[in-house]
């Protein structure tokens, strides 16, 4: 059962994590986010390309099947299952599965986003004591470099000593497992990014970055 179980989560969380919310309401909308901008399927892009309306309602989607795979999971596992798998476990592999859907969403040919709001709406769900400080490194990053993907990495990777020296009590491997897994997962799905920061073509969002340099 435990197995099984285990297998029941990650499929529940890659099936709600393939539902990209640029994607499902970009054919509502007749356009093909991957063909605009950047090509990535995420938040940034839909603001640049399709206006902060269109990015809201994606984010809203995206932020929210996180969320949903750590919760649903659990609860419908538990309530089928006599397993021994625990709660945070299901929960965690659920949620690191959504993520996985979104950058490879099943019903997009596997061409998705980067996985950070998706991520984000997980952390909330199971480890929400790591909210804070991911936001804090996001915004003072962008703040100083205007630079979103840079701020998200970064975010990614602070998740780890968040999650071990923030925790209320002693923290279940699995949250630990889960931490890595995502600050490893955004390092990867951002790699095309840290590329275009070492060539210096990197686009910044100016209209966020507060500390400019003074020519």
Not at 136 to 165: D, F
């Amino acid at each position: 059962m435990t197995a099984l179980a285990l297998v029941g989560a990650a499929l529940i969380g890659y099936l709600l994590g393939s539902l990209s919310g640029s994607l499902l309401l970009g054919r509502l909308r007749g356009v093909d986010i991957r063909a605009l901008g950047s090509g990535n399927a995420g938040g940034t892009n839909a603001l640049r390309t399709l206006g902060w309306r269109f990015a809201l309602a994606v984010i809203v989607i995206d932020v929210g099947k996180g969320a949903l795979a750590a919760f649903l999971a659990p609860w419908l596992l538990n309530a089928a299952l006599d397993s021994a798998v625990s709660t945070t476990s299901l929960a965690a592999t659920a949620a690191f599965a959504a993520v996985l859907g979104h950058v490879w969403p099943l019903y997009f040919r596997f061409r998705g986003g980067k996985g950070a709001g998706t991520a984000v709406g997980a952390i909330a769900m199971v480890a929400p004591w790591c909210i804070l400080p991911m936001f804090l490194v996001w915004l003072i990053t962008i703040v100083g470099t205007g630079y979103v993907g840079l701020a998200t990495i970064l975010a990614g990777l602070s998740l780890v000593p968040a999650m071990w020296m923030l925790a209320p009590e002693p923290l279940p491997p699995a949250l630990g497992a889960l931490a890595i897994a995502l600050a490893v997962t955004l390092l990867f799905t951002h790699r095309s990014n840290l590329a275009r920061l070492r060539s210096g073509s990197e686009n910044r969002f100016e209209k966020a970055r507060l500390l400019r340099r003074r020519h």
